[in-house]
């Protein structure tokens, strides 16, 4: 990965210089674990912290801690806790109880365990001023290698710039064993770069968005790799997996690469934190990010392809003069080839079915009147023009707005 950045021209075709936040080592093999101690060795660090919950200990920490036993390496655990409801959840709490944790002489953190784990660590690694190393124990989502930390602060999910690990290490005879929801949630997570990507597109026309075509091809490249091989990452092949893991690490790269979560992170993505956080509020069990990102950009691609595409048509006949309308107006045709780059709901359907992922609300606990709450709503959580932002704020005149029910 290093080698292939550092060979590209600086700056960046965008404008951007690209190649000096990559991690420095990302290892997605069999018996990737083995490979930690020489890193450790390299680096001279022999005093380490390493976070997991009780699920993640059982399945790669303890292992960790034994491939330590007997070296120059100084261990400590920390196990991160439940909430009330059994969540292990990236907020104020578990933040707290893992900077407490970080004793002046640690050196580096390890994050062992899936996008939670990695958000806690991501940001208190990062405030205490210290590296921290990825163990994912789940191809359950593409957050491992980004910058961004999805933190619920006084019950609302914001996503704070951090750091990214310095190392990754992905063992595929573990990650391959994942229960088959979290294969699925990683699979519906890159599916949502359908339609992410071509918010990315639109926010960087109407709202001057920093924009890469580089960081643009990666994603989607990543995205393609996954879909082409999703009958393998259906029945958990180790190769498909190691495709699956690798598109997860490539789209966390995109937002390393270009600072934001643009390429990664579009209406589908706010759709699923405004659930996340009414869960919350609600006093309702966690759903996988990516199972909610799996529903989400099925009812945004419906969306896009329905009631935004019939408003591009007929945008002309809208009164007034706004600067934004008249933009899209006369951006409509390209605008509206974005749009058609994204399958229809049916097709997302049909491929979150192959994974054995949900695939309705209902499926996830989520009721239509969120879901039609969200779609007026969730917009407002990220300063970002996407097409459902662009529909709220320029063209909704009523509270009404009609997503798909099936």
Known sequence: MLEE??????????????NDVLVEKLVINEGALEEILPFLEQKSMSKILIAVDANTYEVAGQFVVKLLEDTNVT???CFLDPNELNDVVADEAAIVQLLLSVDRDIEVVLAVGSGTIHDIVRIVSYKMGK???SIPTAPSVDGFNSIGAPLVVKGVKTTYKAQAPIAVFADLDIIAKAPKELIAAGFGDMLGKYTSL???QFSHLIGGDSFCP???QITKDALDACVTNVDGIAVANKSAIKILMHGLIDSGKAMLL???SYPASGA???LSHYWEMNFLQTKRRQVLHGAKVAVSCQLVADFYHTVVKNILLTIENLPGEDDVIKKVSENQKEILEWIESIPDASQLKELIQKVGGATVPEDLGIE???VKESFRNAHLLRERVTLLYFYNEYIRTNDEINVIQE
Do not use: M, R, S
């Open 368 to 370: 239509q009147d969120l």
């Open 214 to 216: 580089v960081v643009f």
């Open 75 to 77: 261990t400590k655990l």
């Open 5 to 18: 950045v550092n060979a590209w021209p600086i700056p960046c075709e965008c404008g951007q210089n690209h």
């Open 268 to 270: 589908e993505h706010h």
């Open 258 to 260: 270009i600072g934001q």
């Open 131 to 133: 590296p921290f190393i």
């Open 198 to 200: 071509v918010d990315w």
